[in-house]
């Protein structure tokens, strides 16, 4: 499924963020409901009815049919009202239901931070007790009316579209951006291209790396580029720890980033938490390479040249080191789709301002997906 489609009907979508939920971290299911409230009301009929024929176990196996897919913590209300008799009859009611029995990391006023319902659509922030995830209840109307806050979120296929428009491209919504100088910027002006990193090396899936811009360069011209500009490694202006392993892995002849994203996808990135730092620096592009090659102990053997590592693994080695990649890379996008052992998925994202000029909804919704688990809350400019 690509971008989920909600103009053909008025009904309900439940949304699901959970970065063990596909390449993409997000799975999206048509429910028969016209509201959030109607949901509700229908799944505590069912609870009811499955209490009443074989307890809790019975509860929580309904649940799941309910919602079309497993959703962690939305199970424990239905299971906790099931032997009740209350039924909400406005959203306001609901609301107060929620916030009392629905399952969330967080207790007594906090609980209004992690459940929201406001516009007909629920949104939820918990975890399980491994990371953090998020699912909503959105009508389709809601959708349809700002899809530039939603349209990342329904986007489950692991590729993006290719086509191009004319470069006038403006994100619509607030957000900082760092810049490949360090300096903290708009995202205004000139041809740029976006990276945006959808990762984490431990529970938490919504404290995301800046997004960043590099100012003066495309798709086509943005490998050299980096390779040309020393990182900032500390403080507020860091460059992304994926940024600068991505700059090691760009060969001296390459101007795109293709070859350098495949040998990524051949290196147990995980395997370093996200927070090394070569011990020369990043100013020399060969040696930091070395440095990230001798961090990860046994993967490759010291002093074994560079251009060595530049061939590919087989898929089955890749397997092997319990790593699943996916790379998609056009003429001026870039997914790459990567996770470790835990098939904790984590995604890096690249594209200019040609591609975001095409595709204005999806470049915006990944920026508020970026910055919140929750897309009503994002700020318009």
């Known amino acids: 499924m690509s971008t989920a489609d909600s103009r053909d009907d008025d009904g309900l979508r439940l949304l699901y963020r959970h970065r063990r939920t596909g390449a993409m971290g997000n799975a999206v299911r048509k429910l028969p409901d016209r509201s959030t409230l109607d949901f509700f009301r229908r799944g505590l ?162 404290g995301l790396p800046r997004p960043v811009v590099i100012r003066g360069a495309r798709m086509d011209t943005i490998g050299a580029v980096m390779r040309g500009t020393i990182p900032v490694t500390e403080g507020a202006r860091r460059w992304p720890f994926e940024l600068r392993l991505l700059r090691a892995m760009i060969a001296p002849d390459e101007g795109d980033l293709r070859a350098a994203l495949a040998r990524c996808a051949e290196f147990p990135v995980s395997a370093l938490g996200g927070r090394i730092t070569p011990s020369g620096g990043d100013a020399n592009p060969e040696d930091a390479l070395r440095d990230y090659l001798d961090a990860v102990p046994g993967w490759i053997e010291h002093g074994e040249e560079l251009r060595a590592f530049r061939s590919s693994l087989t898929a089955e080695q890749r397997a092997a080191r319990g790593q699943v990649t996916v790379l998609d890379v056009g003429a001026h996008h870039a997914l790459f789709c990567r996770s470790g052992s835990s098939r904790y998925f984590d995604q890096w994202v690249f594209f200019d301002d040609l591609w975001a000029s095409a595709h204005r909804a999806l470049a915006d919704a990944l920026f508020v997906y970026a910055q919140s688990w929750d897309p009503l809350r994002a700020t318009r400019r």
Not at 122 to 140: G, N
Request: hydrophobic share 40%; with cysteine; charged share 30%.
């Open 45 to 206: 009929e069912i609870a009811r009815s499955a209490y009443a024929a074989g307890g809790e176990d019975e509860v929580y196996a309904r649940v799941d049919e309910l919602a079309g897919q497993y959703v962690y913590g939305l199970s424990s209300f239905f299971a906790k009202q099931a032997a009740g008799t209350q039924v909400p009859g406005t959203d306001d009611e609901l609301y107060e239901m929620l916030l009392e029995d629905l399952y969330v990391e967080a207790s007594g006023d906090a609980r209004r931070q992690y459940i929201r319902l406001d516009n007909g659509a629920l949104r939820v922030r918990t975890d399980d007790d491994e990371v953090e995830l998020a699912y909503a209840l959105v009508p389709a109307s809601v959708l349809r009316d700002e899809p530039d806050r939603w349209a990342w979120w329904m986007h489950t296929d692991s590729s993006l579209p290719d086509a191009i428009g004319d470069g006038a491209y403006e994100p619509a919504f607030e957000c900082e951006f760092a810049t490949l100088d360090g300096q903290l910027d708009d995202g205004r002006g000139g041809p740029r291209t976006w990276a945006v990193f959808l990762t984490s090396y431990d529970g938490s899936s919504f």
